[in-house]
């Protein structure tokens, strides 16, 4: 029900007093001789104040109809200032400021006119007048009366009215959402995973290459890694078999090969995740909780945020420096592309904030902080998944604690197994770090933690030069080194 209306049903202006016949004549106007022609009354001065607004004839276009009050600017204006409002009165007698219709639209009483007019003459013209006004109604009636039953005939008594545009011939912008989203879902896929002893799950991926190479994260395919099926399901229904090429479990990424894939496969153009700026947008496609080709939009919330996130079995984490994004990111959407605005790569999602899990509940939702594998970092790693089959990694030679109360990455007193926390003959031992060194920045970035320093690491490749900045007894230093590398998973 429109209520435009409501609130309007009293605003009505009062009831005009009626108007006389004729107007009325001064009681000291000359009286012409019998038989002689009266002279005309002098006509009033033309008005040279502005018409009373409306003018007569002229209707105003209003947001919510509501009856012409005297006083009262139209509606639709800002400030009476703008249309002189309230109009100066009509230079006409104070008895002739109602029309016709009470509101100004008619004609005006105090047009000059004769002094007793002989009553022949005045009542043929008042007849002649009347005819002319029925005349006048007929036509008009005749003429309404046709196109009302020419538009009725034709609209069968509908009062809707249909777009000019049938939905099939309209087109959306390559820049838009809708665009983006027509064009990028072709070369999305669904993965299932499903483990040899029943466990799997759901998650995205996206077409890597034409050769069939599917780029997404390894927590999706690590159930199904060694044993069981992956399947990857396009969004127009078809579905293929696939295999694992490699996977990265530091990084998170993983690639798969259609084991039959279709021709024509489109692959997505990859961005630059280095040029990203914060507020940049976003958009996020992929399979919430099994709800595929899913889009959602969004914009890049932060970059370099530190994220160390697990794959549910109980492995080791993996670390990122990530691009946190807003676009709504749910499970499922693991492994599926984020988007810039031209539809370009920019990086892969990955990992979820949540506000903790309780008894009965699991997995959590969107919160609008959602974080992505920058796409130059994944294009590096899925290249060397696809030439090696293992990933690898660029390391400094040291072992440094997860503690996050330290003010920065503390060098441990030993590493795994008891083996000495900076390799002998390693990068870090060639730059003279020493066990209990406290790193504080990475080339110009502030590590707070030790998974800040591994995931500002693992941005690199193996041989890249860099500047670490730590403390050592209070005092603060500097170390030059090349990062050294690490092959596998092991």
């Not at 992956?230 to 090429?245: H, Q, R």
């Not at 990265?248 to 084991?259: C, I, P, S």
């Amino acid at each position: 029900m429109s209520t435009e209306n409501e609130g309007n049903e009293g605003t009505a202006a009062e009831a005009v007093p009626s108007v006389p016949s004729a107007p009325p004549v001064p009681a000291d106007a000359p009286q012409g001789s019998p038989g002689s022609t009266p002279a005309p009354a002098q006509a009033p001065e033309p008005a040279t104040a502005q018409q009373p607004f409306p003018p007569t004839g002229e209707p105003v276009t209003a947001t919510t109809p509501m009856a012409s009050v005297p006083g009262t600017p139209p509606p639709g204006l800002q400030s009476a200032a703008d249309v002189n409002w309230p109009p100066p009165p009509p230079a006409v007698p104070a008895y002739a400021h109602h029309g016709a219709d009470g509101g100004g639209a008619g004609p005006v009483w105090g047009a000059p006119a004769q002094l007793h007019p002989p009553e022949g003459p005045r009542k043929r013209g008042m007849g002649g007048l009347v005819a002319a006004v029925a005349a006048a109604a007929l036509i008009a009636g005749g003429i309404g009366g046709a196109l009302g039953y020419w538009a009725a005939d034709r609209s069968d008594g509908s009062t809707t009215v249909s777009a000019s545009v049938s939905p099939q011939d309209l087109k959306r912008d390559p820049g838009t959402v809708a665009g983006v989203a027509a064009k990028a879902l072709p070369s999305v896929v669904t993965i299932d995973a499903q483990g040899g002893d029943g466990e799997g799950g759901t998650g995205t991926g996206f077409v890597y290459d034409k050769e069939g190479h599917i780029l997404t994260n390894n927590h999706v395919v690590a159930s199904a890694a060694d044993s069981g099926q992956l399947t990857a399901t396009f969004s127009n229904g078809k579905k293929y078999d696939a295999e694992v090429v490699g996977r990265a479990q530091g990084y998170d990424v993983a690639v798969l090969k259609l084991k039959n894939p279709p021709a024509g496969l489109a692959p997505l153009a990859l961005g630059n995740s280095d040029q990203v700026a914060v507020g940049d947008s976003t958009i996020a496609i992929g399979a919430p909780f099994g709800l595929s080709n899913t889009v959602t939009t969004g914009i890049i919330s932060a970059k370099n945020r530190p994220v160390a996130s697990g794959d549910g079995s109980g492995g080791s984490n993996s670390y990122m420096s990530a691009l946190q994004t807003d676009a709504s990111i749910n499970p499922g959407n693991s492994g599926g592309p984020l988007l810039d605005a031209r539809g370009a790569v920019i990086g892969i999602n990955s990992a979820i904030q949540s506000t903790g899990s309780s008894i009965g509940q699991t997995q959590a939702g969107s919160i609008g902080l959602g974080f992505a594998i920058p796409i130059n970092q994944a294009t590096n790693v899925a290249q060397q998944l696809i030439k090696t089959g293992q990933p690898v990694y660029p390391v400094i030679g040291a072992t440094v604690t997860m503690d996050e109360r330290t003010g920065g990455a503390a060098i441990s007193d030993q590493g795994a197994g008891g083996t000495t926390a900076v390799a002998k003959d390693g990068p870090a031992d060639r730059a003279g770090l020493k066990a209990g060194d406290v790193i504080t920045k990475f080339n110009d970035t502030v590590v707070d933690s030790g998974p800040t320093l591994i995931g500002e690491i693992w941005t690199h490749k193996p041989g890249d030069r860099v500047t670490l900045t730590y403390k050592r007894d209070g005092k603060t230093a500097t170390a030059e080194l090349t990062l050294g590398e690490r092959k596998g998973d092991s």
